[in-house]
Each structure stands twice: as structure tokens, then as C-alpha cells.
């Protein structure tokens, strides 16, 4: 049989220019990017509310994290078989409008108990949004481009990731670790927007 071909660098770079041209392939990588953003600030900033505002030991922190982890080990098949007969945007904007509610709620729990609770249901539609992002982002690129598409998804989120850890210390030191959460919840917010201003692909919205 024939060998195939793989791309050569020409090819590949040529590649990753169409794909920048493409609005809705960079639109979900720049989405990615955000809610990543959030997502990195959320693990920095939950185990600090933990210790600092609850004032729990490091058993009750470590709980929590894993808490918020298993919720989203739950929920990650859920939303794959969901977004393959519903489609990939009802799912992310379901995961994200939730994720966004219960970041702002956070910081009316009154105790570690309902913290806890609350991290656990946030872990649950957090993380079942990324298997989900990554397959919306193979739906849009052909075949032999989707390595590259998703080093695009990882760059963007990559880059913005980066920024939340010192934009939400700063918010920390200047307004307390309450207002950090009501910023999380808004940049969620944002990629809610950002959803929804996708374009439409047809199968993606089935």
C-alpha cells in the first residue's frame, strides 16, 4: 500500500495561518483561553479562602480540592455523551452558566461544610466543559489539521492562564479574597458571552 505522507514544516505553518483566519476556530480558542483563566485563578484561590476566610486545617483544604476534582471526574463522560446527541454549544453554555453562578455564590457559604458542597458542584460543571471544548474544536478543523488546531487551544489557554494568578493576587491584596471570586465568576461570564457569539458550524448546534 502507499506510505502516508505526513506535513512537511511549510505545509504545517501554512496550516496554522488558515487556521487563524478562521473566526470560529480562534473565537473557541480564545473562549478556551478564558475559561482556562478561570479555572487556573479557582484552584489558586479556593485553598486560600479555605485557610484564610473558613479558617480550616489542611485535611479540610485538601478535601475540598479533591471535592472539586471528583465532581469533574463524574461529570466528564456525562457531558461527552450529552454534547454528542445535543450538540457542543448547549453543553459548554450550560457547564459555563453554571460555573458562573456558582462562583459567585461561593462567598456566601457560611461555613466550610457548604463550601465544600459548593466546590464539589462547581467541579462538576467546570471540568465537564473541556473534554467537550476539545471535540467542538476537532468538529471544526479537517483531519490532518486537528494537532494543530488543539496546540492553538493550548497556546491560548496557555497564555491566559498565566495572567490569573497575579491579576487575582493583586485583587486579593487590594479588595480581599471575596472580590477575587466575584472576578473569577465575571471572566466566566465572559466566556459565556463569547459562546454565544460563535459562530454557527451546523453540527455543533444540532
Known sequence: GEKKQGLSLAEYFEGIAILLRDRGVVGLALMAGVRSM????LLLFIPLYLANVLKVGPTLVGIGIAAMQFG????GPIAGTWSDRVGRRPVVLAGLSGSTIVIAALTLAGNEVLFIAGISLLGFMLFAVRPVVHSWMMDLTPPAMAG????????????LSGAAPLAGGLIADTWGLAVVFYALAGTMLVANVMVY???HHGKDDD
Open 72 to 75: 469533574g471526574m463524574i461529570a
Open 38 to 41: 478561570a479555572q487556573s485563578g
Open 148 to 159: 494543530s488546531a488543539t496546540s492553538v487551544m493550548f497556546g491560548a489557554q496557555s497564555l
Open 197 to 199: 457569539l460563535l459562530p
